[in-house]
Structure formats: C-alpha cells, structure tokens
C-alpha cells in the first residue's frame, strides 16, 4: 500500500516564512487550484534551464515536453509538493516550486508511462543513478520523500529561494512521519543550495558516465550530477 496525503481542513498548511530581496515570501502546501500554473512555471522555466532537459533539447521535442508535463501532473496529485509565494499586486502569487512525492519501497509515484526521445534520456538518467545507490538501502528506510524538479520563475532567482524551499522538506516531513528525503541534484547551483542546508552527497556521476551507460549527453567527465538526501530527527 502506497503513501496517500490526508488534504483535509488544514491544508494547504504554512511550512516556512521569510524575507528575501524586500519581500515576504511562504513556502506552503502547492493549492490544487494552482496545479496549472505550477506545470506552466515547469513547462516554461524548467524544461529549458535544468542542466539534463537543457542538455537532451527537451523543450524542441513536443512529445517529451508532454511527456514530462503528464509526469509532473501525476506528481503534483499526490500533494506532497510545496509551492512558494508572494503577494503580487495584492494576489497570493506562486513564484516557485518544488514536485515532491513520496514513496515506498514496494511502490513508486507516479504510475506514468515515460513518453518522448529527450524525456527518456533525462528519465533514464535520474533511473540509473538511484538503481546504482538504493537510497531506501542507504538510508534504511521503506518511505522517503522523493522530489523531481525544483524551479524559481528566473524574474526571483539569486534571493536563495531554493534553499528556503528544501528547507520546508523537514517540517513537511517532520508532520507527516516522514523521515528523509533525497533528490538527484543536477545543476551546481541546486547542489549548493541542498548543501547549505544540510544535504549530503550519497552517489555522483559524471556527464561521461551517462555517455558510457548508453545515454545521449555531452562526453563531459567534469560536469557532475548528485544523488543527495538529508535524515530528519524525530
């Protein structure tokens, strides 16, 4: 039996609030009314600047930017993921998020078929690492929060948002009985803002090594991608 969220009265719950760049800003529960202008801030912002969507040309492949957009959606159903905000113009505005889900040992999310050429190069990627380093072995855990995308919208990056937003994994997790969480890393800057508060590096590949597993990607042994986690007291 698989992990399901009670979304009850309560929810979305408050898990962080703060101050960056002269504003106020909450990282919360993602409302399910935002859901749509969550996958346009994905679409939009996500498939062209993450390191391996950027470097498998996702967002030229129609069929895998629909691809990964049905993936994400399944996701954000589960309502785990956490969505940061502002008031903008006087409206509770979604600026950033994080798709975060969980999982079991015994069963995965979401149930999806994985569809488009550059999305099964990106897909295969984060597969290989976590089938090389078990993270529910390492941690020795059979229910871990999984996260798969973290963007801010460009127009409110350099605030250290990111890190404010993987923060607000340990309250969540903390509430729920969760008792760590892990994520492929892709880009330095995401590794950075998961070290800073608190993330460590369980498993690391190169560029290279994706070109030696059979994957399309630059033959690059210098660029690094990180399967990190992070164990939270309880």
Request: charged share 25%; net charge negative.
């Amino acid at each position: 039996m698989g992990f399901t969220r009670n979304w009850d009265a309560s929810c979305p719950r408050v898990w962080k609030e703060f101050e960056a760049g002269g504003r106020k800003y909450v990282v919360q529960d993602l409302a399910p009314e935002d859901d749509g202008r969550a996958l346009e801030i994905l679409v939009g912002h996500m498939c062209t600047d993450e390191v391996l969507c950027n470097l498998s040309n996702l967002s030229d492949d129609a069929e895998s930017v629909e691809g990964i957009k049905a993936f994400w959606a399944k996701c954000l159903e589960q309502r785990m993921s956490l969505g940061c905000y502002t008031d903008i113009d006087g409206k509770h505005t979604l600026v950033a998020l994080n798709v975060c889900v969980v999982d079991t040992v015994d069963e995965r999310t979401p149930y999806v078929e994985i569809v488009g050429e550059a999305w099964k190069n990106v897909y295969k990627a984060i597969e290989i690492m976590e089938e090389r380093c078990d993270v529910f072995k390492y941690l020795g855990l059979d229910t871990v929060l999984h996260a798969l995308g973290l963007i801010v919208s460009r127009e409110f990056r350099g605030m250290g948002l990111g890190s404010y937003i993987l923060d607000s994994r340990e309250p969540l997790s903390k509430a729920l009985g969760i008792k760590a969480t892990a994520t492929v890393f892709t880009g330095p800057a995401s590794q950075k803002s998961a070290e800073k508060v608190g993330f460590t590096t369980i498993y690391t590949m190169s560029l290279k090594d994706f070109v030696d597993a059979g994957l399309k990607y630059p033959n690059d042994e210098n660029k690094l991608v990180k399967l990190m986690v992070k164990k939270y007291s309880h």
